[in-house]
């Protein structure tokens, strides 16, 4: 399904996506991901941006092997619930891994990937993944 | 306040209707429930639908169907709520006849999935997560459940196939429902056999892609003996719904239903009842996990015990838990906005005595319908009159 002109919806999410900034609240110190206008912790709207190292564990993974259109490409896929160290949990998508070697507590790190294209002439969308840290 | 009671029930078989469309299978429902209240006119419709702009590119449900089925210019509006909005949608219709408002009032829910693509309608029951932060990541509604599935074995001690125990008992029940979609028994190995659709989900770990509709039509208790004896009134005694996070990822604890538990705590205190007094529960198994974590999550049973109702043999008809008393997601079919009337209907169906499943003298049931990766939860307490 090809929808090119989605292009600025995007963009609001590049600083996010890209480098895994979140929000901090200067109230009580709570950090969450994403960015919320109001601190899910104690309600303050006095949020600053806040950025994450990138270093977490897979909290929970699964393979998705019947994906939403559109995301066919890499399937199948795996999916995962990674707890950043800083403590908010994302969900992503995990590469540079083998479905079978994923395991709870894995140690992953994050990386910019391509996670979806529009057809030939559409746009691509990119985003964090996370995978085993290169060491 | 004014008693609310459901005075009229239809519905249509759930399955895959390629000779009908949306406003037919809505139609048809809302037209029964109409008969078996005994009355030509309504004084509004609420329709529960989740995503008939992308299944079949219509919205504006509330004039479409009030129209076809010769409602005449009553206000008439759809109610969303993902995969909750039949279960909103009756509540919202019994909020209407409570506030005095509205005398009489019908709810349809209805959706119409087989006419989409499997992936893209996988894509449009997607639109129920976070778009930007779960969908964008390629994730599909099963995968969202697959995780709290893994995380629930894990942290339990449970297997796949305890976890298959509730899609052989709903299939059980279902084989006795002449609407469910699925009309045949199934073993622990039949789901076991079944392809990983985002593991550890299996496909038969999951409830069909299917079209139906349900009705009912909603009225105050005095009101009801204009209509229709007392046998076939049940009232409804109680109910409560909440939000939770919409991203899974936000949430504190993936594996308790926090909006379950508000819903339903708010359904007990309006009937006046505990947990403990309810004598079948019809919840939203749409993957077998949920079913577990709804019974933990309403109180049924602690944490991490869900499972073991299951093991134990207590959620069939003739154990202390029974659920899924028609088949449930699993094996009635769930088209997803239509399902929580599904169970309202079912449940009547019970307290009338009537259900081809009968539990036991039942006098309390409880329906409890969840929209998202349990992000819109609503429950409804029924009760024979």
Redesign the interface.
């Known amino acids: 399904m090809g929808r090119p002109m989605q292009v600025s919806r995007y963009w609001r999410h590049f600083k996010e996506k890209y480098r895994l900034i979140g929000g901090k609240c200067k109230n009580c110190g709570h950090v969450h991901f994403p960015k919320r206008p109001i601190c899910p912790e104690c309600g303050s709207q006095e949020i600053e941006d806040f950025q994450f190292s990138g270093k977490g564990k897979v909290v929970s993974w699964t393979i998705v092997r019947n994906p939403p259109s559109g995301y066919e490409y890499y399937k199948p896929y795996p999916i995962a619930l990674v707890e950043l160290e800083e403590g908010p949990v994302v969900l992503t998508q995990l590469t540079d891994v083998d479905p079978e070697e994923i395991y709870f507590g894995m140690e992953v790190e994050m990386v910019t990937r391509k996670v979806r294209e529009f057809e030939e002439d559409g746009i691509i969308l990119y985003g964090y993944k996370f995978r085993p840290p290169i060491k | 306040m004014r008693k609310p009671v459901i005075i009229g029930v239809g519905l249509t078989p759930v399955g895959e209707h390629w000779r009908l469309g949306l406003r037919d299978l809505a139609v048809e429902a809302l037209l029964n429930a109409m008969e078996d209240a005994g009355i030509d006119k309504v004084d509004s419709l609420y329709v529960g639908n989740m995503a008939s702009g992308s299944f079949v590119e219509q919205e504006n449900l509330g004039a479409l169907i009030a129209d076809w089925a010769g409602l005449g210019n009553i206000p008439a509006v759809k109610v969303e709520a993902a995969c909750a909005s039949g279960g909103a949608a009756v509540q919202e219709g019994v909020k209407a006849v409570m506030s005095g408002l509205e005398d009489v009032v019908a709810v349809v829910g209805v959706e119409k999935m087989t006419d989409a693509?499997?992936?893209?309608a996988?894509?449009y029951l997607?639109y129920a997560a976070d778009a930007?932060?779960?969908?964008?990541?390629?994730?599909?509604f099963?995968?969202l459940n697959?995780?709290?599935m893994?995380?629930y074995m894990?942290e339990y001690g449970y297997t796949e196939e305890d976890l298959a125990l509730f899609a052989v008992n709903a299939h059980t029940n279902g084989a006795k429902n002449s609407y469910a979609m699925f009309k045949k028994p199934i073993t622990v190995e039949t789901v076991m056999k079944s392809?990983?659709?985002?593991?550890?989900?299996k496909l038969f770990d999951a409830s069909p892609i299917a079209d139906g509709a349900a009705a009912v039509i909603i009225t105050t208790e005095e009101k009801a003996k204009e209509f229709v004896d007392k046998a076939k009134i049940v009232e409804v005694a109680g109910m409560g719904r909440a939000i939770d996070?919409i991203?899974?990822?936000?949430r504190r604890e993936?594996l308790f239903l926090k909006a379950a538990k508000v819903a339903a705590e708010r359904a007990y205190k309006m009937a006046g009842i505990s947990v403990g007094d309810i004598d079948f529960f019809e919840v939203h198994d749409a993957f077998t996990i949920m079913a577990a974590l709804s019974l933990e999550s309403i109180g049924a049973v602690e944490r991490g015990k869900g499972a073991m109702l299951a093991k134990e043999g207590q959620i069939a008809i003739d154990g202390d838990y029974p659920i899924q008393t028609l088949g449930g997601l699993k094996a009635r079919g769930h088209p997803v906005g239509a399902t929580g009337v599904y169970q309202t209907v079912e449940a009547v169906w019970q307290l009338r005595g009537e259900a081809p499943n009968q539990v036991p003298n039942a006098e309390i049931g409880l329906t409890q319908n969840i929209g998202g990766t349990g992000s819109n939860i609503t429950v409804t307490i029924l009760r024979r009159v």
Not at chain 2, 195 to 201: E, G, T
């Open positions: 693509w499997p992936s893209d996988t894509r997607a930007e932060w779960e969908l964008f990541h390629g994730v599909s099963v995968a697959a995780l709290a893994r995380l894990k392809s990983y659709v985002a593991d550890p989900i996070t991203n899974l990822a936000n993936f």
